[in-house]
């Protein structure tokens, strides 16, 4: 049986204080039944913050990246063998970000999730079409390339630790929200691919979160769809009181 599930995504935002405030709010939060909260951090707070949530079994920490080698002279990167020795097992992988800013190919991505993946770590792995690409009418084909591309090479078994993120880029951070119905419809096509892939059982399992403009006021109307597990939130989740909304949302 998936889960429901909650992803904060803070980007590259909030000072250390404003963090430590954040969490000391969020971990007395009282999570829904069958519900994991996972906030994604800035590398230099995961130590502290993951420290600060060990008492709250419904909450973890995620990293925001981490590099595709295991160990090397890659000055400025993070590996996922440095996570794990403080305690991380969580990484979100592909966000359109950084696909866009760190020209972050399928290929890297696909060579990310694998590293990843051999260390033992959960990965969010987000996909998503620009407005453009929705509007060519290309978005259904785009978005199942974009996990074919990098994550159709996993073995089934692999898939207990993939929990997918569905981002139209035109919504993160626009204000401009999928509605409930375009939201359904794109996981329903998602959920399908895994289908004719592999087999019904895995596409019924894997968590497919929405992200983009997740608000306190969308939140409950997003989850309720048959085929939407959740959220990826970014600005709303740097708020404790519209996080925690979004949280009981469910
Ligand atoms: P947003 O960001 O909620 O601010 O739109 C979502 C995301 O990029 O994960």
């Known amino acids: 049986m998936r889960k429901n599930i909650a992803v904060g995504n803070w980007k590259m935002n ?9 969490v000391s709010e969020l971990v007395k939060v009282d999570v829904p039944d069958n519900t994991d909260v996972i906030l994604g951090v800035p590398y230099p707070y995961l130590a502290q913050m993951n420290e600060m949530v060990s008492g709250a079994s419904k909450v973890s920490i995620a990293a925001q990246n981490c590099h595709e080698k295991e160990k090397g002279a890659y000055t400025g990167e993070v590996s996922t063998g440095m996570l794990s020795s403080i305690g991380i097992n969580t990484v979100i992988l592909g966000h359109s970000e950084r696909r866009e800013y760190q020209k972050e190919s399928a290929e890297l991505l696909a060579e990310k999730v694998n590293t990843a993946l051999a260390a033992g770590f959960r990965v ?22 974009q996990i074919k591309d990098s994550l159709f090479d996993l073995d089934a078994s692999a898939w207990k630790q993939i929990v997918l993120a569905y981002e139209p880029i035109w919504a993160i951070g626009t204000g401009v929200t999928a509605s409930p119905e375009q939201a359904q419809e794109m996981h329903a096509h998602i959920r399908k691919q895994l289908a004719e892939k592999y087999n019904q059982d895995l596409a019924n399992d894997t968590s497919i979160l929405y992200g ?8 409950e109307q997003l989850f309720s769809k048959e085929d939407i597990d959740g959220g990826l939130v970014g600005g709303a989740s740097l708020k404790a009181a519209d996080f925690s909304q979004i949280i009981k949302s469910f």
């Open 14 to 22: 909030l000072s250390f204080d404003d963090a430590k405030a954040l």
């Open 124 to 145: 969010i792995f987000c996909c998503g079409e620009s407005l453009t690409t929705r509007e060519s009418g290309q978005h259904f084909d785009y978005v199942a390339d």
């Open 212 to 219: 983009g403009s997740v608000k306190p006021a969308n939140a």
